[in-house]
C-alpha cells in the first residue's frame, strides 16, 4: 500500500453507531493527521497525533497510532448525518528540518444515514 | 477562529495563460504550502515556502510554477501557461511551528477550483 492508504475506502453506517476508519502508511512519521472533506469543499483540520503518542481525543473523535504496525485509525462515536464526509489521514515523513509537506491518502468515504 | 482564505473560489481560463491564484494564511505562522487535488485523486503536495523562500517542492511544480509572497499577508501561486491538465481544486496551507523539527497542524484554505478550458 502507498503512504497514508486508508481503509475501507466506503463506509456506510446507520446515524448513532460508531465509525472506524484506519489508515497505513510506510516510512517513519513525525505525526499524522487526520482531515475532513466535505464533497467539492476544503479540507478542516480534524485532529493531530505525534510519533511518541499513542491515543488522541477530541470530542466524538478518537485516534490511535500504532508506529510498530505504521498504522493509525480514527473513530467517530455517536455518527450524525453531517459527518457524511471523506476522512483523509496525512503523514508528515519528512526528515528533521524538513518543511512537514503531507503526504495524503486515498480517503474513506462515510455516509451515515439518518 | 482564525482561518486561510483563498481568492478566487473558481477560476476559468483558456489553456496557455496565465492565473494567479491568492491565499491570505493565518497572521502568525510561519510556513506556507500549496497543494492541489485534481477531481478524484489524492490531494498531492505541490511547493512549501518558509522565510521568503521555497523549501521543498514536488516534481509537480515545474518551471511553469511559481510562488511569491508580495506583502506580510498574501501568499500567491502563478502558473504561466496553463495545461488542460492543470484543471484541479488548488489548496493553500499555513502552519506555525515554533521548534524546529516539530510540526503542527496544517490549516488548509477552502480552495480554488481551476478550470482550464
Known amino acids: 500500500s502507498q503512504q497514508g492508504e486508508e481503509d475501507p475506502q466506503a463506509l456506510s453506517i446507520q446515524e448513532g453507531e460508531n465509525a472506524t476508519m484506519n489508515c497505513s502508511y510506510k516510512?517513519?512519521?513525525?505525526?499524522l493527521q487526520w482531515y475532513r472533506q466535505n464533497s467539492g469543499r476544503g479540507l478542516v483540520h480534524l485532529i493531530l497525533?505525534?510519533?511518541?503518542?499513542r491515543e488522541k481525543h477530541s470530542g466524538r473523535l478518537r485516534v490511535t497510532l500504532d508506529t510498530s504496525k505504521k498504522s493509525s485509525s480514527l473513530l467517530i462515536t455517536a455518527s450524525r448525518a453531517a459527518d457524511t464526509a471523506s476522512y483523509f489521514c496525512?503523514?508528515?515523513?519528512?526528515?528533521?528540518?524538513?518543511?512537514?509537506?503531507?503526504?495524503f491518502g486515498k480517503g474513506t468515504k462515510l455516509s451515515v444515514k439518518p | 477562529e482564525p482561518e486561510v482564505t483563498q481568492t478566487p473560489s473558481h477560476q476559468v481560463t483558456q489553456m496557455g495563460q496565465e492565473v494567479i491564484l491568492r491565499c491570505v494564511p493565518i497572521?502568525?505562522?510561519?510556513?506556507f504550502y500549496w497543494y492541489r487535488q485534481i477531481l478524484g485523486q489524492k490531494v498531492e503536495f505541490l511547493v512549501s515556502?518558509?522565510?521568503?523562500?521555497?523549501?521543498?517542492k514536488s516534481e509537480i511544480f515545474d518551471d511553469q510554477f511559481s510562488v511569491e509572497r508580495p506583502d506580510g499577508s498574501n501568499f500567491t501561486l502563478k502558473i504561466r501557461s496553463t495545461k488542460l491538465e492543470d484543471s484541479a481544486m488548488y489548496f493553500c496551507?499555513?502552519?506555525?511551528?515554533?521548534?524546529?523539527?516539530?510540526?503542527?497542524?496544517?490549516?488548509f484554505g477552502p480552495g480554488t477550483r481551476l478550470t482550464v478550458l
Open positions: 516510512t517513519s512519521i513525525n505525526n
Open positions: 496525512a503523514t508528515d515523513a519528512g526528515s528533521w528540518g524538513s518543511q512537514g509537506n503531507l503526504i
Open positions: 515556502f518558509y522565510n521568503n523562500e521555497i523549501s521543498e
Open positions: 497525533i505525534r510519533s511518541n503518542e
Open positions: 497572521s502568525n505562522h510561519l510556513y
Open positions: 496551507a499555513s502552519s506555525y511551528s515554533g521548534r524546529r523539527g516539530v510540526y503542527n497542524e496544517q490549516f
